[in-house]
């Protein structure tokens, strides 16, 4: 079972940036693909950054358009670690983020998740 630990979040002044880490414990880490997911209060969780595997397929990327331009999503197989690099914060961005491992469209695992607010 793969186990992923996010860290990162906080309390970020608007217009700032964050960058979130989640690591992860397999050994096949550069098999999944990776995303990135929020839920914001009393919403559903939705996708925001995927980037597929490197070794499996071309580690392309793919943002929400409401992240597009703004976040960044990484990684480094030999870390076994997915980053997300935020910028130009919005209100709007304060959610739950989470980290998830996936083959295909299956998901494997998900992180416990860390906070992100972005307020003054």
């Known amino acids: 079972q793969v186990q992923l630990v996010e860290s990162g979040g906080g309390l970020v002044q608007p217009g700032g940036p964050l960058r979130l880490s989640c690591g992860a414990s397999a050994s096949v880490f550069g098999l999944y693909t990776m995303g990135w997911y929020r839920q914001a209060s009393g919403k559903q969780r939705e996708l925001i950054a995927s980037?597929?595997?490197?070794?499996?397929?071309?580690?392309?990327?793919n943002y929400a358009d409401s992240v597009k331009g703004r976040f960044t999503i990484s990684r480094d197989n030999a870390k076994r670690a997915v980053y997300l690099q935020m910028n130009s914060l919005k209100p709007e961005d304060t959610a739950v983020y989470y980290c998830?491992?996936?083959?295909?469209?299956?998901?494997?695992?998900w992180g416990q998740g860390t906070q992100v607010t972005v307020s003054s």
């Open positions: 998830n491992a996936a083959l295909g469209i299956r998901s494997i695992s």
């Open positions: 980037i597929a595997s490197t070794i499996a397929s071309s580690g392309s990327t």
